[in-house]
């Protein structure tokens, strides 16, 4: 079957199938959930390594493929795994967490890994992600504060996992080529790094910071505080921040602090 572009499909191509399964190291006692399987080059030789296999996948001419071509124990999810209900992708609840596999689509990558973060947290169904990403947002969900690529990603990332990358793949790994490089990561789901109190008014904090990534904190952080009738150079003094520092070198620590004071009800 042919990748289909409005779907972002890139399908991995047999000389890089093993290296990607032996870094991956899913084994015997694992419950595997595939997003993306697209016409099954992963999904196959899975199948005869785990203990349990569902695969997700939004193609429904590719949904019907893999009926027809895996064995009757991999369980096919017809759907987008942004919108599936926990119960669909799971099944019923017991027995150990899933860990998820996916060569995600690059036009969704950060909706599928932050809806792999509510589900880690809402649900502790989920062990880990090992999944194929553009190079670029690898780059940016792993940096550290102060380094070029850290920003919104990093910090949304980071508060509920760790990454670690697995490996970088070339164009030529996939068919068609994408026009970028590809990464292997693996996200390590845990309890958050730093207490928060309001999830949703932290996350709108940090990517208003980021818009600004350049400015002084006194300045990133105006908009944000000026709404809520605060000033923020000394909401940063507040938090024991400098306000001529840049949103780029504050840690997850830091930001804390900050929404702690600018969240405030």
């Known amino acids: 079957m042919k990748p289909r572009r409005r779907f972002g499909q890139h399908f991995l191509q047999p000389p890089w199938i093993a290296r990607v399964l032996a870094v991956a190291a899913f084994g015997p006692g694992d419950r595997v959930l595939e997003i993306g399987p697209g016409r099954g080059a992963l999904t196959g030789p899975l199948s005869e390594r785990v203990s349990e296999l569902a695969a997700v996948e939004i193609d429904r001419d590719l949904a019907a493929f893999l009926r027809g071509r895996l064995p009757a124990r991999v369980r096919i999810i017809e759907g987008d795994v942004l919108e ?73 990332v980071q508060l509920d996992a760790d990454v670690e990358r697995l490996l970088t793949l070339p164009p030529q790994a996939f068919k068609p080529p994408p026009d970028v490089w590809s990464a292997l990561v693996r996200l390590h789901f845990r309890p958050p790094a730093v207490a928060v109190r309001d999830r949703r008014q932290f996350e709108a904090m940090v990517r208003s910071l980021f818009s600004g990534r350049r400015k002084m904190l006194s300045n990133a952080v105006k908009p944000f505080a000026s709404a809520r009738g605060l000033d923020g150079a000394a909401v940063a003094r507040d938090a024991g921040l400098d306000p001529t520092r840049r949103p780029e070198t504050l840690d997850l620590r830091d930001l804390s602090r900050l929404a702690d004071l600018l969240c405030r009800t």
Request: with cysteine; charged share 20%; aromatic share 6%.
């Open 84 to 156: 599936a209900d926990p119960a669909a992708l799971f099944g019923p609840p017991g027995g150990p967490p899933w860990r998820v596999a996916g060569n995600l689509p690059y036009c969704a990558s950060s909706p599928i890994m932050f809806r792999l973060l509510e589900l880690a947290r809402t649900t502790a169904r989920v062990r880990d992600a090992t999944v194929m990403l553009q190079r670029e947002v690898a780059d940016r969900m792993a940096s550290p504060p102060g380094s070029r690529h850290y920003g919104a990603l990093s910090i949304l």
